[in-house]
């Protein structure tokens, strides 16, 4: 541990949060494309991306310019403003199948306000998700919900028969069908070819909303997210981290024009601030060589694990849904709970901590997604493959 982060952490002792978590978030003090750099100045190549959120990397100099426009107009959170009307436009061109936009303060907030929308819309207060739902409260049991007034119930992620059948026996009670594309509470666990269109159909069948939990997976998987990946057109579809480019910002979009709700207080519109870095991110995602960069450095990140496992007989499986990726240590795929809970998730936990020393920033728990940005140049991905088998030899001369 450097001299400075030993001296802040024994004055942080009015932090405790801050004092308890160094061994697994860095103290950082800056962050630049594609690395974060803690409060000794020591570089990390940064795979967490914020939870998907540094899509563009970070301090991108677009962003960073259209922050500082908003800041040196001096207009606080609590005002309608003209970015409001700028943002619908340039979304309108990425999601053309929208007619109503909400924009909130953050990704929960806007959860909360689709879940009143919800209820209100059809008079029932039940809500169906999958099993693998993206770790953010909504996709949790009832008790630690975003509203533990709204009974969730769970059913096993991509298992059609028993998906279908609660949508079929629960349809006078249910209200929506929550659906995280990417199953981010066990990592990246993509659905089966054309499960989505027939979920889809499903829910249009036995009259429940389709709520697409587009948080992680908008704008990072697809331009178009998850549902233009897929060719499907949700009632509502939540979006947040990707778009923010770091900063808060939740975004609720739909098929059909919405008045406002009804009987609920008035919904607080997302800080100016945010609304005009969410356009920045947008005007340089508009270009496909940005995500043609991410497919090409997530290729040869993941081929070169796969390349460095095979040589050290190491059981590894990657998921991966475009520019987003998760690592299990197993030699089986992992389709759903029981497989992401039979890896060796141990096994894990030592490989990031060790990269972590390496210089390599990986999500320290396993089932958590990581993420390439379009700052991760070839050099930046051949690095980390240098560090991993570093590692992987030091791992496997302790283990002989």
Same mark, same amino acid.
């Given at each position: 541990?450097?001299?400075?982060?030993?001296?802040?952490?024994?004055? /942080?002792?009015?932090?405790?949060?801050?004092?308890?978590?160094?061994?697994?978030?860095?103290?950082?003090?800056?962050?630049?494309?594609?690395?974060?750099?803690?409060?000794?100045?020591?570089?990390?190549?940064?795979?967490?991306?914020?939870? $998907?959120?540094?899509?563009?990397?970070?301090?991108?100099?677009?962003?960073?310019?259209?922050?500082?426009?908003?800041?040196?107009?001096?207009?606080?959170? @609590?005002?309608?403003?003209?970015?409001?009307?700028?943002?619908?436009?340039?979304?309108?061109?990425?999601?053309? =199948?929208? %007619?109503?936009?909400?924009?909130?303060?953050?990704?929960?907030?806007?959860?909360?306000?689709?879940?009143?929308?919800?209820?209100?819309?059809?008079?029932?207060?039940?809500?169906?998700?999958?099993?693998?739902?993206?770790?953010?409260?909504?996709?949790?049991?009832?008790?630690?919900?975003?509203?533990?007034?709204?009974?969730?119930?769970?059913?096993? *992620? =991509?298992?059609?028969?028993?998906?279908?059948?609660?949508?079929?026996?629960?349809?006078?009670?249910?209200?929506?069908?929550?659906?995280?594309?990417?199953?981010?509470?066990?990592?990246?666990?993509?659905?089966?070819?054309?499960?989505?269109?027939?979920?889809?159909?499903?829910?249009?069948?036995?009259?429940?909303?389709?709520?697409?939990?587009?948080?992680?997976?908008?704008?990072?998987?697809?331009?178009?997210?998850?549902?233009?990946?897929?060719?499907?057109?949700?009632? /509502? %579809?939540?979006? *947040?981290?990707?778009?923010?480019?770091?900063?808060?910002?939740?975004?609720?979009?739909?098929?059909?024009?919405?008045?406002?709700?009804? @009987?609920?207080?008035?919904?607080?519109? /997302?800080?100016?601030?945010?609304?005009?870095?969410?356009?920045?991110?947008?005007?340089?995602?508009?270009?496909?060589?940005?995500?043609?960069?991410?497919?090409?450095?997530?290729?040869?990140?993941?081929?070169?694990?796969?390349?460095?496992?095979?040589?050290?007989? =190491?059981?590894?499986?990657?998921?991966?849904?475009?520019?987003?990726?998760?690592?299990?240590?197993?030699?089986?795929?992992?389709?759903?709970?029981?497989?992401?809970?039979?890896?060796?998730?141990? $096994?894990?936990?030592?490989?990031?901590?060790?990269?972590?020393?390496?210089?390599?920033?990986?999500?320290?728990?396993? *089932?958590?997604?990581?993420?390439?940005?379009?700052?991760?140049? /070839?050099?930046?991905?051949?690095?980390?493959?240098? %560090?991993?088998?570093?590692?992987?030899?030091?791992?496997?001369?302790?283990?002989?």
């Amino acid at each position: 541990m450097g001299r400075r982060q030993d001296e802040l952490i024994e004055k /942080a002792v009015s932090v405790p949060v801050l004092r308890a978590g160094t061994d697994r978030v860095l103290v950082a003090q800056k962050a630049e494309g594609p690395r974060v750099f803690d409060v000794d100045n020591v570089g990390y190549i940064d795979y967490i991306g914020a939870g $998907g959120s540094t899509i563009v990397g970070y301090a991108n100099r677009f962003v960073l310019d259209a922050v500082r426009k908003v800041l040196a107009r001096g207009v606080p959170e @609590g005002f309608h403003v003209p970015q409001e009307v700028d943002l619908a436009e340039t979304l309108g061109r990425f999601l053309p =199948w929208v %007619a109503s936009w909400w924009f909130c303060q953050n990704q929960d907030d806007a959860f909360r306000h689709v879940l009143q929308w919800a209820r209100q819309r059809t008079g029932k207060k039940r809500f169906l998700v999958l099993d693998g739902g993206a770790p953010l409260r909504v996709g949790a049991p009832a008790d630690l919900a975003i509203d533990p007034g709204n009974p969730i119930r769970e059913v096993r *992620g =991509w298992d059609v028969p028993k998906i279908l059948a609660a949508l079929t026996s629960g349809s006078t009670k249910l209200a929506a069908l929550i659906l995280d594309p990417l199953m981010g509470r066990f990592g990246v666990v993509p659905p089966p070819d054309g499960v989505l269109e027939e979920i889809a159909e499903a829910c249009r069948d036995n009259d429940v909303l389709l709520v697409m939990d587009e948080r992680v997976s908008g704008f990072r998987v697809h331009r178009g997210g998850a549902c233009a990946r897929a060719g499907i057109i949700p009632d /509502a %579809a939540v979006y *947040g981290a990707a778009l923010g480019g770091g900063f808060p910002i939740g975004v609720v979009a739909f098929r059909e024009v919405q008045p406002p709700l009804i @009987g609920f207080d008035p919904m607080p519109t /997302a800080h100016p601030v945010a609304l005009s870095a969410a356009d920045a991110v947008l005007s340089i995602l508009k270009n496909d060589s940005v995500y043609e960069h991410l497919e090409k450095r997530t290729d040869q990140l993941v081929h070169g694990l796969i390349e460095l496992a095979d040589r050290f007989e =190491w059981p590894l499986t990657i998921n991966r849904v475009g520019s987003v990726f998760a690592i299990y240590l197993t030699d089986k795929p992992v389709v759903g709970q029981r497989r992401f809970k039979a890896s060796d998730g141990d $096994g894990y936990r030592r490989f990031a901590t060790l990269l972590r020393s390496e210089g390599i920033l990986l999500p320290r728990e396993p *089932g958590r997604a990581a993420f390439v940005s379009s700052t991760h140049g /070839a050099k930046d991905v051949e690095e980390t493959l240098a %560090a991993c088998e570093k590692v992987l030899l030091n791992l496997n001369q302790d283990d002989s």
